[in-house]
């Protein structure tokens, strides 16, 4: 098995996860917050989505699919066009409202797709290739990968956790 193999495999996890958190949900359910400065389902997708979208499209040298694919004209947020997320405050998160769950769900898709079509050409001596030279060390193109898997699968455990709270209060 290629180590791209496994990065597949990783993302398509992340996939699911994001698939079942939102499933059957309403806007209501969607934007829910634990406290008024906790994080919602919808924002907390939103986020994980853009933060992928953000660094993979920046590792590919490609336009996010945020741009490229509308998907910025049809979630319709009153944010910066490249913002995603990162140091939000409670209002920007409460900003994050969606009609239904399938908007997160078909931008989710969306950049899994662009990832997974990216990743699925990877070679492991590809993995090694410095991306980015702010950090000591430098961050390989592996490890920028895993870092999005693990940043992904923490908020979606949030989602999760959230929407847990939400079905033992029914």
Do not use: C, K
Not at 31 to 54: E, K, P
Not at 132 to 157: K, M, T
């Amino acid at each position: 098995m290629r180590s791209a193999d496994l990065l597949v495999d990783a993302f398509g996890r992340v996939r699911d996860a994001v698939v079942e958190v939102v499933d059957g949900l309403t806007p209501e359910q969607l934007a829910y917050r634990v406290d008024g400065r906790a994080n919602s389902i919808a924002w907390l997708v939103w986020h994980l989505t853009r933060v992928q979208d953000d660094h993979v499209a920046d590792v590919r040298g490609a336009e996010q699919v945020w741009l490229s694919g509308g998907w910025m004209e049809r979630f319709d947020l009153p944010f910066d066009p490249m913002e995603t997320g990162y140091g939000q405050t409670s209002d920007d998160v409460a900003a994050v409202r969606v009609d239904s769950g399938d908007l997160l769900v078909g931008y989710y898709e969306a950049v899994h797709d662009a990832t997974v079509g990216y990743v699925r050409t990877l070679t492991d001596a590809d993995l090694d290739r410095i991306v980015d030279e702010a950090w000591d060390p430098p961050v390989s193109l592996g490890v920028r990968l895993v870092s999005v898997i693990a940043d992904d699968l923490q908020h979606v455990g949030q989602a999760a956790f959230i929407r847990g709270v939400l079905e033992r209060s029914r």
